[in-house]
């Protein structure tokens, strides 16, 4: 069983900068792919970014790229997600998440474990 608690989001102005944490515990997130999903009021759940167990490669959403940065520290059992040139359109929940295996890192339905997730607010 793994445990992942979200942590790091808040309110923040258009421009401004913030970074999300997800440490996790039970198990080690080390052989795990990890994702970071949102949630905006009255839409469904979307992917953000998410990157392998390996580490090799991060793969985002076009509508973040070249503004957040995933990462991982496997010692640390956590994953980041740096996000800069903040957007009001980038409020939600924030929720990370880890699959074993091979699947389709994009999808929410392949991932396993998720977080309770962390509000980001975005004012213009």
């Known amino acids: 069983q793994v445990q992942l608690v979200e942590s790091g989001g808040g309110l923040v102005q258009a421009g401004g900068s913030l970074r999300l944490s997800c440490a996790g515990s039970?198990?080690?997130?080390?052989?795990?792919?990890m994702g970071w999903f949102r949630q905006a009021p009255g839409k469904e759940r979307e992917f953000v970014a998410a990157?392998?167990?390996?580490?090799?490669?991060?793969y985002y959403a076009d509508s973040v790229k070249g503004r957040f940065t995933i990462s991982r520290d496997n010692p640390k059992d956590t994953v980041y997600l740096q996000m800069n040139s903040l957007e009001p359109e980038d409020t939600g929940v924030y929720y990370c998440?880890?699959?074993?295996?091979?699947?389709?890192?994009?999808?929410?339905?392949?991932?396993?474990?998720w977080g309770q997730g962390t509000q980001v607010t975005v004012s213009s």
């Open positions: 039970g198990r080690t997130l080390s052989s795990y792919n």
């Open positions: 998440a880890c699959q074993l295996g091979m699947a389709d890192l994009r999808s929410s339905s392949q991932y396993g474990y």
């Open positions: 990157i392998p167990w390996t580490g090799r490669g991060t």
